[in-house]
């Protein structure tokens, strides 16, 4: 894995119960080792149930509510998959509200998986190319997005993937697009 290139850098994760375990944990991971700083934001305190298609695993620490985010706070956005997860973020306000500034202000958002039903229903992939997982396609194209069959897509901010087999190529991509974001930011400063 590459060297602490991110150090420093502030990643918001949003998340709630549902989430596939390994979406969350392994670009986790990645994003720490290479010196980020994660935050896991959910629409309540405590823990979040994650699971592993539809069995429950793991209970992941809630470090900040959603409702007590600002996504001014952060440099960049990784949203995990999980059709649970996406399906119950997708609704609430201040996930949306959170995505759209965060888009706003030309960060880099991360996706994976059932993730880009929170950009659809923020009313964001309009004019996109992006992947998730076969099953939202419809839902990307009927938002006017384009969505590609790919293992990872990168269009502008965004760095998208389908499923826990493209997570290596996700990492890595999602990795070099918040490394290419901080050195634009540290130029522009």
Not at 45 to 64: C, F, L, S
Not at 106 to 117: N, T
Request: proline share 4%; aromatic share 4%.
């Amino acid at each position: 894995m590459e060297s602490k290139n991110l150090e420093g850098m502030r990643v918001a994760i949003l998340a709630t119960d549902g989430v596939e375990e390994a979406k969350l944990v392994e670009p986790r991971k990645a994003l720490d080792n290479a010196g980020a700083k994660t935050t896991v934001l959910a629409p309540h305190t405590g823990k979040i149930q994650a699971m592993k298609h539809d069995e429950k695993t793991i209970k992941i620490n809630v470090d900040r509510s959603l409702d007590e985010a600002d996504a001014n706070d952060f440099d960049a956005v990784l949203l995990p998959g999980g059709a649970l997860n996406a399906d119950a973020l997708r609704v609430i306000d201040a996930a949306q509200e959170f995505v759209r500034s965060a888009d706003e202000s030309g960060k880099p958002i991360a996706v994976i998986c059932h993730a880009p039903w929170l950009l659809v229903s923020a009313d964001l992939v309009d004019g996109r190319t992006i992947t998730s997982y076969h099953t939202i396609q419809d839902d990307i194209r009927n938002a006017g997005g384009n969505w590609v069959d790919k293992e990872v897509v990168r269009d502008k901010n965004w760095v998208s993937s389908r499923q826990p087999s493209d997570i290596p190529a996700f990492n890595r991509e999602m990795i070099k697009l918040f490394s290419e974001q901080r050195e634009k930011s540290k130029k522009a400063a």
